[in-house]
């Protein structure tokens, strides 16, 4: 599901849409939310139904990924509750080698008869597609790490916080935003827990319970004078943190330069909802950019989109190798430009590392969803394309010797592949604030907030918007803009990086419904990075006359 | 277990509904048998099969409502499912803009099913897999595609006497032919209720033409072209449209059809007054169901009709509120075209652009529908009536609203992601910048 769509379906996009919510799982009551899980001992003796059947159908590895994705999603308009939906999705997957292919089967059936039939299927699966298979898989080694469990440091279950809480919570910011000249809000709160248990032949079992949460609006003021109408989103970052993250504190808040308001840990939904009813308003009266170069000042809740397109996605080593050609694209990103050990990615500054471990962020797990323990690694360092992104399939491409743990499926029913994990922009390491910044740019335009993205198949060329635009002129802000959208070749952008603010200034942005794969999947990322400059970028004017 | 038929559905759902106590119910049950096959690099990556269907109950109490689903379809399990909307719709806030449901209504058939498509195995999936990846191989081509199909049902039923209930059949069929040397690539998209449609072999060959035809391609200057656009470059866009016809929005001022100073541009000129949109579920072609998930009926409705606005989506609170009739959104886009061959229009264009399709667009202003994207997988520059030679792929930013005040020619409708999308030739097509992207 790509984002855009989610966003319309969830009537974020667009006023008055029929709310339906399309992801995975089956409307459940509250209740139904909060019972135990499936025993831990149980988990273990069923997915060694699983591994004996593929074992004895003549599979050379398996695994077996025993799921339960609970999911709650709240969408209020203005001062209505339009709808609170809770899911559930439980199932098993059983992957396995045979002939030297993959294969895989899942089902609903969470029985012995299910789990071995599901095993005896795959294994077929992957004996049939031998036949036409070119080159056998090869797997990275990888520990046993006996029985392990993992689950997301949250003080507060989401689910477990009364509904009547959390819808008064998206009611009173629609209100704010209304009493500081919305016309419209549309508000929502997405909440998952992914309970995952993994077991494989290599003597691994791991039972894992992630929790994500993303309060999110979408704000319009209209003027009827002139017939324009003008949104802004809000600048909440979805994160691997339980309800907590909805309690404010001053102390995790910032003004920053043109009275914007910057959240880190916590969030103060209200505030925003408040702030963004009052930007609306002002941006139906600013001015429209004029089109040129400008340096521009980019905050980490725009920047993280900007890593994540023209990084990301174009160091997934699957892209590089063509597994995605038929959907995503590729990647410019290509293993001789690796090879040559100088390949200038960005400027000497720009050192970009990959982390599946960081507190707080989306995509943080203990164990990745092929049994691999995660980690941090470097993948651009001091300018230079230095690492990808691989999996244990792919490890000894790349002449490694272990997988970097970034193995994900969105649920037991699909098959597990390469999915990003959390890259981030190191932060410059003399102080430097964002007023430092702004202070040191002639011409310029400093963005907040993600808006339109748009790149090329092999990451070239991109085109980003934002929510929020101002325009900096001698040192100084000049006033809200509107109408700016930024192009750039990736390589170009990022040699043109002059000055990164320090780590008091970073922070994660996130990636909800990242899609990939077909039949395509979703999965959740986080970006870390400091207020960014970039010099000499072509800005363009997106206004039109229909 | 996926297709349940008619009178299994009815039964399950009567059956629901003879144990509820609420002021009315509302019941859905559907499911589904998908098949797929993916491969890249020339061999198979993955395969699989997924089988499910699933019941979902909304429970109203005055304008209190809720909802629960399962997919288990014993007694006990229905009663459960019922209890727990039930209870959950007597804690919700009430809601002002509930509709009570419909009463009973009637419904046209579509021919939405083909038992052959329903009837696909997993060797007919390696077969297609194998006439893609065979040819590719012998040209020195790298393929890379995925074959989709699918088959199942959908039924809802209300306490208010309404039955629905249809069956629908799908195959999607996509692949990507890439140069060895990295210097070409072509695309195609194939997609059909009916399995028996489908040449495999035929579309892997268009796709590998274009790869060939597209190697070494050179840079132009970004800047407004005749374009002449394929229907899988031009469907995204023309659905983006199609798809943002709500009347509420357009009422409430925030819609590329609200007019300045209040009220809308319906029945006023949009675009060229040769274009012709409409959906229509009955369609033979690119048959949808022919009912929404209110168990409206759909008809046969025109959106654009000689460039003039016609109408606009209604939900049925949103019609009742403004005193009209409620106009379900389209299953389908239908776009009349002309006679003309994608030949015949590279014939009569003296400079200009083929595109054979647009890739990760996204709306720059939803104000005036302006987008941004890229041409990918074959893009030609034609001169004096003939493709002269591949050029590199370009950033656009353009309205469909100006693209199809812009049109200069229409050509052949195809079938594509369930419409039907004439080839157009339009002028004055922005461009606005380069991409190395192959």
Not at chain 1, 104 to 109: E, I, K, V, Y
Not at chain 1, 269 to 295: P, R
């Amino acid at each position: 599901m790509k984002r855009r769509e989610f966003l319309q379906l969830a009537g974020m996009g667009v006023g008055g849409a029929l709310l339906t919510v399309p992801l995975i799982g089956n409307a459940v009551d509250m209740d139904r939310l909060l019972e135990s899980p499936i025993d831990v001992l149980e988990k273990k003796r069923l997915a060694d139904i699983g591994l004996n059947a593929a074992k004895a159908n003549g599979a050379t590895y398996a695994d077996v990924r025993i799921g339960r994705y609970l999911n709650q999603y709240i969408f209020t308009r203005e001062d209505k509750l339009q709808n609170a939906v809770n899911t559930e999705s439980f199932g098993v997957g059983v992957r396995v080698i045979a002939n030297g292919t993959w294969g895989f089967a899942s089902t609903l059936d969470v029985s012995d008869a299910g789990i071995q039939k599901a095993a005896e299927k795959a294994t077929a699966i992957a004996k049939a597609n031998g036949k036409i298979q070119t080159e056998p898989v090869q797997l990275a080694p990888v520990q046993s790490y006996g029985e392990v469990s993992w689950k997301t440091p949250l003080e507060k279950n989401a689910v477990a916080v009364p509904l009547k809480e959390k819808v008064d919570l998206l009611l009173s910011a629609n209100a704010e935003a209304i009493n500081n000249g919305a016309n419209y809000v549309n508000s929502a709160l997405f909440m998952i827990n992914e309970q995952k248990y993994f077991a494989s032949t290599e003597g691994s079992y791991i039972d894992q319970d992630v929790h994500c949460i993303w309060p999110n609006f979408n704000v319009t003021a209209i003027d009827p004078d002139t017939g324009k109408y003008k949104s802004r989103q809000a600048l909440s970052s979805p994160m691997g943190m339980g309800f907590e993250y909805m309690d404010p504190r001053a102390s995790s808040k910032k003004e920053g330069p043109g009275g914007t308001m910057h959240y880190f840990d916590r969030y103060d939904m209200i505030e925003d909802a408040g702030l963004a009813g009052k930007q609306t308003k002002e941006m139906l009266k600013a001015d429209s950019i004029k089109a040129g170069k400008y340096d521009l000042v980019l905050d980490p809740n725009h920047l993280g989109l900007t890593i994540h397109e023209s990084i990301g996605h174009a160091t997934e080593l699957d892209r590089v190798l063509g597994y995605e050609a038929n959907y995503a694209g590729t990647s410019f990103a290509t293993l001789d430009k690796w090879k040559s050990k100088d390949f200038k990615y960005g400027s000497d500054i720009v050192n970009v590392f990959a982390d599946k471990t960081q507190e707080g962020s989306l995509g943080a797990v203990g164990y990745d969803d092929e049994g691999v323990k995660t980690k941090k690694w470097d993948l651009i360092k001091d300018g230079i394309l230095v690492n990808y992104q691989a999996i244990r399939d792919q490890a000894h491409i790349i002449n490694e010797d272990e997988s970097h743990g970034c193995c994900y499926s969105q649920s037991w029913n699909d098959v597990q592949f390469q999915r990003m994990p959390n890259v981030s922009l190191e932060p410059g390491k003399e102080e430097y604030s964002p007023d430092d910044m702004i202070k040191d740019v002639e011409k310029g335009i400093y963005i907040v907030g993600r808006g339109s993205y748009s790149i090329d198949q092999q990451r070239y060329n991109f085109q980003f918007g934002g929510t929020l635009f101002f325009e900096i002129e001698e040192g100084k802000i000049k006033g809200p803009v509107n109408d700016v959208a930024y192009q750039s070749n990736t390589q170009e952008f990022w040699n043109s990086c002059s000055k990164i603010c320090d780590k008091s200034d970073y922070k994660t942005f996130g990636s909800f419904f990242d899609g990939k794969g077909q039949p395509s999947q979703i999965s959740s990322v986080s970006h870390g990075s400091a207020t960014t400059r970039f010099d000499g970028v072509n800005v363009i004017n997106t206004a039109r006359n229909i | 277990m996926a297709i349940l038929s008619k009178e299994e559905a009815k039964q399950i759902l009567e059956k629901v509904m003879s144990f509820s106590t609420a002021d009315s119910l509302e019941a859905g049950l559907s499911g589904s048998g998908r098949g797929n096959i993916r491969y890249a690099r020339n061999t198979v990556t993955t395969s699989g099969f997924n089988d499910d269907i699933s019941l979902g109950v909304t429970a109203n109490f005055g304008k209190r409502s809720a909802s629960s689903t399962i997919n288990e379809f014993d007694d006990e399990s229905l009663r459960k499912v019922v209890k727990r909307a039930e209870e959950l719709a007597k804690l919700a806030p009430e809601n002002p803009e509930f509709m009570e449901p419909l009463g009973p209504q009637e419904y046209k058939e579509s021919k939405t099913y083909f038992k052959s498509t329903a009837d696909i195995s997993p060797e007919f999936r390696a077969e297609i897999a194998k006439n893609s990846i065979e040819p590719a191989k012998a040209k020195d081509v790298t393929a890379a595609g995925y074959l989709e199909d699918s088959s199942g049902f959908s039924s809802i039923m209300n306490s208010k006497g309404l039955f629905a209930y249809s069956q629908e059949s799908e195959l999607e069929f996509t692949v990507t032919m890439r140069t060895s040397d990295g210097t070409g690539s072509g695309w195609v998209s194939r997609d059909y209720n009916d399995v028996n449609q489908f040449n495999g072999a035929e579309a892997s060959a268009v796709a590998l033409e274009k790869a060939i035809m597209s190697r070494e391609a050179k840079a132009i200057e970004p800047g407004k072209y005749t374009v002449i656009m394929e229907p899988a470059a031009s469907v995204q866009l023309l659905g983006n449209m199609l798809y943002n016809m709500g009347a509420r929005q357009a009422d409430e001022g925030r819609s590329f059809l609200s007019k300045k100073g209040g009220g809308t541009k319906i029945g006023e000129k949009l675009v060229d007054e040769r274009v012709n949109i409409y959906s229509d579920p009955f369609n033979e072609l690119v048959p949808a169901n022919g009912w929404n998930g209110d168990g409206l009926p759909r008809e046969r409705t025109s959106w654009i009709e000689n460039g003039v606005v016609k109408n606009m989506s209604y939900s049925r609170y949103w019609a009742k509120k403004q005193g009209v009739e409620p106009v379900p959104g389209p299953a389908n886009g239908i776009m009349v075209g002309g006679d003309a061959t994608t030949e015949d229009l590279i014939k009569s264009t003296k400079r200009g652009i083929l595109v054979t399709r647009l890739w990760y667009i996204r709306t720059v202003d939803p104000q005036t529908l302006l987008y941004t994207g890229l041409t990918r997988d074959g893009t030609f520059y034609i001169e004096n009536g003939k493709i002269k030679h591949p050029i590199k792929n370009m950033r656009f930013n353009e309205s469909p609203i100006i693209m199809l005040n812009n049109l200069e020619e229409l050509g052949q409708q195809q079938r594509i992601n369930g419409n039907l999308v004439p080839v157009m030739k339009i002028r004055d097509f922005t461009f606005t910048s380069l991409s190395d992207a192959v």
